[in-house]
């Protein structure tokens, strides 16, 4: 008896010893840590900025940073939490660098730290942390996300790669950036989409189109029609390489009025040079330089503001035609647009508008009938001002402009807030005649809405909801859904965005606001931009 119970003591303390390594193990395997943002970028001066750490209650991590950009900055935490990075001051002709490095459980995050060379015009820490790292559009019939209709959304995961989450009757993910070995994502890159409803870009019988500036700043297109591919722009055009950070916009011209009579597709992206550059298809790939082509100033270095939109016939270009604005050196929004050949004009100076913020968003959209603008037809541009007002270009036998966030009250924009917008032709979700809406990111993280019919209204769908807060510099995405396929009857809207946790969660209407969380629904990869 005494053997019996020796051995099942023995037994039973190495069952507990083995109990608790696996319990410590899958503590460890469960702590996931990230962290936001992925770069911080200084002016010469210096400064101070702040990194989001995201944990779960009960993760420990820590954070050290250390190079030449960095004067001090680190510290530690159990569960979501954050640090300080103080930077030094640059009076040198090249840039300082440095980093921070998040450790936790299995997992961790890397932090570039930056301090811009002496008379460069950076962004700043915090406008550097704002960009368009996602992007989504609507599938009316699912032709490529599976009937009866669904949605897109395209960003960047913790794995630098680009992932896709999608609906038609239930929420999927797959993993584009890993399909194909597509290079990954660079830090601060945007993603720019489009559906191709027939394939004529893609391969039939439709397809998906998504942009974005890899690692080595060539632009890089992932695309799929039945399986998904990818190719690499820039080295096939031999076009100049992106700028760090360098926003991305494209459409589709599904009958080739702009990219030379056969189906294309157009892309613009900020060089190296400071120049909004080009590329498009017809059969093959091109490339052009509209500030080259057109005499116009200088995009702002670092800038995150760039937008663009297909004018198929010529209503606001003066012959088929596309628009593309963009903030320069000077804080203006200037605008490049072609009919036959490249045109600028200088909304900003021809309206007396505020100066855009350094490193504002922007958002564009065509209204080829007037219904917003004013008839006969316009096209209306949102940014940021330097009083962190969302304003208001807009044309349409001159330029005009107002500004929303006074005429409304709404709360002011949050430092390198992202911007989206859309046309609501029919007023189906602002209130008829016709209206317009814009999101962003205010001061206190929630996602706010400003939209007009005939005068301009605020909502808080945040609030309305009870979602989550967003990241400190999360992207925002939207979409109409005029006939409720995916947001439920009568008609609706989608935006989606990145909470601190790096979900991405979707906030959507049909006659009230409602709230889901697209990363729970699917277990996808978390996001980071």
């Known amino acids: 008896m005494k053997f019996s119970l020796s051995l099942l003591a023995r037994l039973l303390g190495r069952f507990f010893v083995f109990a608790l ?48 950009a960095v004067q001090f900055g680190g510290g530690s935490g159990n569960g979501p939490g954050g640090f300080n990075v103080t930077a030094n001051a640059n009076g040198g002709s090249f840039n300082l660098q440095g980093g921070c490095t998040v450790s936790g459980g299995f997992t961790g995050a890397s932090i570039s730290v930056i301090v811009d060379a002496a008379g460069s015009t950076s962004s700043g820490s915090s406008p550097a942390s704002s960009s368009a790292n996602l992007s989504s559009f609507l599938d009316p019939t699912g032709v490529t996300t599976g009937k009866p209709a669904g949605q897109s959304i395209f960003y960047r995961g913790t794995d630098a790669q680009l992932h896709h989450i999608y609906s038609n009757t239930t929420w999927l993910t797959d993993d584009p950036g890993g399909f194909t070995n597509a290079q990954p994502i660079a830090s601060g890159s945007s993603i720019s989409s489009f ?31 039945t399986t998904w591919f990818t190719d690499d722009p820039t080295a096939m055009t031999g076009a100049t390489l992106a700028a760090s950070g360098s926003p991305t916009s494209s459409f589709l011209d599904v009958t080739g009025v702009t990219t030379g009579g056969k189906p294309g597709q157009a892309i613009f992206y900020i060089g190296t040079d400071q120049h909004v550059h080009h590329f498009f298809t017809d059969t093959t790939w091109h490339t052009d330089d509209p500030t080259a082509n057109s005499g116009a100033p200088l995009a702002e270095s670092g800038g995150r503001g760039l937008c663009s939109f297909l004018d198929a016939a010529g209503a606001t ?107 609501d032709p029919t007023g189906v979700t602002t209130g008829a005649p016709a209206g317009q809406s814009i999101f962003y990111i205010a001061t206190d993280q929630h996602v706010h809405h400003i939209y007009s ?28 859904d005029p006939t409720g396929v995916t947001t439920g009857k009568p008609a609706g809207q989608s935006i989606f965005y990145i909470g601190t946790n790096g979900h991405v969660y979707q906030i959507y209407s049909n006659t009230t606001w409602f709230a889901n969380d697209t990363t729970a629904d699917t277990g996808a990869t978390l996001a980071t931009f």
């Open 317 to 423: 270009t003066g012959g088929p035609g596309q628009a593309i604005f963009y903030i320069g050196t000077d804080h203006h929004v200037h605008h490049i647009y072609s009919n036959t050949t490249w045109h600028t004009d200088d909304p900003t100076a021809m309206t007396g508008a505020p100066l855009a913020a350094t490193g504002s968003s922007l958002t564009c959209f065509l209204d080829p009938t007037g219904v917003t603008t004013g008839s006969p037809h316009g096209q209306s541009i949102f940014y940021i001002g330097t009083d962190q007002h969302v304003h208001h270009l807009y044309s349409n036998t001159a330029w005009h402009h107002d500004d929303p966030t006074a005429m409304t009250g709404a709360p002011l924009a949050a430092t390198g807030s992202s911007l989206s917008s859309f046309l």
């Open 195 to 225: 559906l191709d409803p027939t394939g004529v870009t893609t391969g039939k019988p439709a397809g998906q189109s998504v942009f974005y500036v890899g690692t080595d700043q060539h632009v890089h297109h992932v695309f799929s029609n």
């Open 21 to 68: 390594a696996c319990s410590s193990l899958a503590t460890a395997q469960s702590c996931f840590v990230s962290a936001f943002p992925s770069i911080l970028e200084f002016p010469p001066s210096g400064g101070t900025g702040s990194v989001s750490v995201n944990a779960p209650i009960g993760c420990s991590w820590g954070a050290s940073c250390s190079g030449a």
């Open 453 to 480: 019919n005939t005068t301009w209204h605020t909502d808080d769908p945040t609030a309305m909801t009870g979602a989550p807060v967003a990241a400190t510099g999360s992207p925002v995405s939207s979409f109409l």
